[in-house]
């Protein structure tokens, strides 16, 4: 694997770091915003994060994408407020530490299959959660500037910090 398990695992951490800074830039006022009316509302979308990468992950331990249970976990991310969204997504910080801390090396290596797609389970981890949480927090991003958080910037996208103050 490219990234050793420590590495993904703390990328994977910072990811949840970035939408826990970014979601407190949300202003509550426009939780039903949505760039068009097909797209996702900033709350669907948050929803949306809450559940993803943790139930990805479970699909590359199985092996297996279950539609059934994909739809009954986004089911219940769909009844969670703003503030318990929040949570949850706070909770993937020490999932994927316990999670994807207990598998081997060899673990990562072992073949799966998933979408008709063959592929290792730690490539999968890479390309369907850690990109999964990359993509979807540029649209929240995008969302926010789009609701007028002009101030936002590289550093809140990419280090989920507010950039430092301009030197005088």
């Not at 809140?156 to 950039?163: E, K, R, S, T, V």
Request: aromatic letters at 8%.
């Amino acid at each position: 694997m490219v990234l050793s398990k420590s590495e993904l695992i703390a990328s994977l951490q910072h990811e949840v770091g970035i939408l826990l800074h970014l979601a407190g830039k949300v202003d509550r006022a426009q939780l039903d915003f949505r760039p068009t009316r097909t797209q996702r509302s900033t709350l669907e979308l948050l929803h949306y994060l809450s559940m993803m990468g943790p139930a990805l992950v479970d699909v590359a331990m199985t092996g297996v994408f279950d539609g059934a249970v994909w739809t009954a976990k986004a089911a219940e991310a769909s009844r969670l407020d703003f503030d318990q969204t929040v949570a949850a997504i706070a909770a993937q910080h020490d999932t994927y530490a316990h999670v994807l801390g207990a598998l081997s090396d060899e673990d990562y290596r072992s073949g799966l299959t998933v979408w008709d797609i063959p592929t290792s389970r730690g490539a999968f981890i890479v390309a369907y959660v850690l990109c999964g949480h990359a993509a979807y927090r540029t649209q929240l991003f995008g969302y926010l500037k789009a609701c007028g958080r002009e101030e936002l910037g590289t550093s809140n996208l990419w280090d989920g910090a507010d950039p430092a103050p301009a030197a005088s």
